[in-house]
């Protein structure tokens, strides 16, 4: 089988790097740290290396989910304190908001759930991510008009468009609400906002929505892996680098190598890496409650599958016995 990386990084990994890298310098030069939205990472690492793919061709919704979903998250953090049903309802507009525009940009979602777990208030939030999403879709468009082989489109893009498509059966939430109900309760409980760390809603819902389609569901036990190694990454460059230019590329290339070393196509996990340059103190508390987090996640998506394929085969042989010899 063909893998779905190559060994090696490629231009577009360096244009993502340095793009973050140039995000986080302005984040530092005008002194507003919302511009460093963790997901462009992943935004910008797909966009520049598919420029057909389905975040790329929709520019117009790469602006406009975070901003409406970020809207709804500032707007929950100023009335309600982080728990169940704050993180319910944001999460839940989030996917609703998602699904009524019919836009492809899942990482919208982490934008709604970022200023519950950061406690951020500010009204310039929304704004400030947008910054980020129209830059980059002008650099995507950019990207798409120089691109070569026009009507090429390659095997991630099907599964994109499949992903677009609704969920098959509505019995999916039942898993994804369980488990992020859990997580939610075991963040205030511990007082570890970051075991439901934004990215993770977004795994879990392509996972649980489209789990035959899903690239990283397919490869499901590599997720607790990949995302601590990023996360762990993103903590050592934060100490050794602070939290500007540098730490945000090096993050982005931390982040990139460790889903070509494991052969995962999981953009959100580049998000993971970039979470500490927006957090106040990144530590290894923080690794562990991305450990927590995602294995609980891909745990749960493993025993519902399980349980699936058991009620499927059992089905099955009903059917069997019915028709008889």
Known sequence: ?????ASRLTVADAASA???AAVAAAAGATGIGLLLFPELGALANDILRRPRGAWASAPVMLVLT?????AVGVALAR????G???????????????????SPIAPAISAGLLPLVLGTTSAGYPLAISAGTVTLALLGAARRRFATGAARRDARDRIDDLMEQPAGHAA???PFVLVLGALTA??????????????LVVIG?????????????RRAWRLPLACTLAAAGGVVLVGWLGHGALAAAAAMLVGTTVLRALDLQAPPVLAVGLLPLVMGVADARFVGAVLVGTVAVTGTFLGWEAALRTRQGVNRSRSRIRRGP
């Open 205 to 217: 819902f392509e996972m649980f929505a489209h789990p035959r389609v899903c690239p990283w569901a």
């Open 84 to 102: 169940l049903l704050s993180v319910g309802l944001d999460v839940g507009a989030s996917i609703a908001l998602i699904q009524w525009l019919r």
């Open 79 to 82: 009335h309600l304190p982080f």
């Open 186 to 199: 075991l963040a205030q409980w511990s007082g570890q906002r970051f075991v439901l760390f934004p990215p």
């Open 172 to 174: 999916w939430w039942l």
């Open 18 to 20: 340095l793009f973050m």
């Open 66 to 70: 975070p901003l409406a979903t970020g």
């Open 1 to 5: 089988m063909r893998p779905v990386f």
